[in-house]
């Protein structure tokens, strides 16, 4: 526990807390892109911003990747925070004007958002999905492709691993703007343009998993494949 002032409220956080945390447990309200609670922070969006306190002097920090430590004060609403929240927005509507999600968070944070011409679904690089493939399924299937080194630049992207996905669907679930595309028809699934099999449920022969899943999980936790064969709802 850290004694800790957000907004003039005096707070015990919790170990380990982010100051994002702690002021969505007071109900205030912070705009994220690239957070998600059971991911671990990047930093990207730059919407979370608050005011901390350092040495006596306040500066600007993102609330997502700031621990909430002994002491520590917060200002969540100044004219400051504002500013900088909108431009962020500002840099993210300019880059992706057409994206719903982005539009929705800028609009709301005070840019001027015009009619949309079509909406698109870009990748935003909120790195949510590379987070879940890692952090949460552990199939390492999608990787940041940064800025090349020396002289070839190039814009960062998302690099993704066809022999390591297993199909599992969990970056399109997670992807805010949309980008991530996710089909699944006749016995097929089809994702990053990779097709896989669907396995039939025992009970019901509906379709529920892609194999390579069942087998990734049957190598992953040592459960026979044939005790996998059944969907949820016949379990
Ligand atoms: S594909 Fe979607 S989830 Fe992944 S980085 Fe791009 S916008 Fe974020
Ligand atoms: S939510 Fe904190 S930087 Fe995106």
């Known amino acids: ?17 982010t100051v994002l945390e702690e002021a969505r447990r007071l109900k205030i309200e912070i705009p994220t892109l690239c957070y998600h609670k059971d991911l671990s922070s990047f930093g990207a969006c730059r919407l979370c911003t608050v005011e901390i306190k350092v040495k006596g ?42 994206t719903a999600a982005v539009r929705e968070i800028a609009a709301k944070l005070g840019v001027d958002v015009r009619e949309a011409a079509e909406e698109s679904h870009d990748c935003i690089l909120c790195g ?19 800025r090349g080194l020396g002289r070839e630049i190039e814009e960062p992207k998302i690099e ?11 970056c399109a679930y ?10 699944s028809v006749n016995g097929k699934r089809i994702i990053w343009d990779k097709v896989f099999k669907m396995a039939s449920c025992e ?17 992953t936790t040592g459960v026979p494949i044939r005790s996998l064969m059944t969907c949820v709802s016949c379990r």
């Open 203 to 219: 009970v019901c022969g509906r379709h529920f998993a892609p194999v390579e899943q069942l087998e990734f999980i049957s190598r």
């Open 160 to 170: 993704f691993s066809p022999a390591a996905c297993i199909g599992c669907g969990s």
């Open 1 to 17: 526990m850290a004694k800790m002032i957000i907004d003039g409220h005096e707070i015990q956080a919790k170990a380990g807390a």
């Open 57 to 98: 002097k306040w500066r600007l920090a993102a609330s997502c990747q700031t621990e909430a430590e002994e002491g520590l004060e917060v200002r969540t609403d100044t004219d400051a925070v504002r500013a900088s929240r909108k431009l962020a927005a500002e840099l993210l509507y300019f880059r992706y004007p057409e």
């Open 174 to 183: 997670v992807c805010p703007t949309g980008f991530v595309r996710m089909e």
């Open 128 to 146: 949510l999905c590379t987070r879940t493939c890692h952090e949460i399924v552990g199939a390492n299937a999608l990787n940041f492709k940064d």
